[in-house]
């Protein structure tokens, strides 16, 4: 399974196991880059295509940005 729409951005987590993705389907994703499945959907993110995504290794944290015009800042664990 994956998104349900256009994938715009990716970023990699600090540990270098996992991968974020970002889509027009609202939704943020993680995937285990060992076996390539997800481990974890964040539901309507935002109210709008979620367009773009950051992550920061030193803070542990992961930013995105959409076309709702929010930025929203995401806790790494």
């Avoid at 951005?9 to 995937?31: E, P, Q, T």
Wanted: charged letters at 20%; proline letters at 1%.
């Amino acid at each position: 399974l994956g998104h349900d729409n256009w994938v715009r951005g990716l970023a990699l987590h600090h540990s270098g196991k996992f991968l974020y993705s970002c889509s027009d389907d609202k939704c943020v994703r993680i995937w285990d880059l060992q076996n390539g499945k997800q481990v974890r959907k964040i539901n309507d993110a935002h109210t709008h295509f979620v367009s773009c995504i950051a992550a920061n290794p030193r803070f542990f944290i992961v930013a995105t940005g959409s076309v709702d015009t929010q930025l929203k800042v995401w806790e790494c664990k």
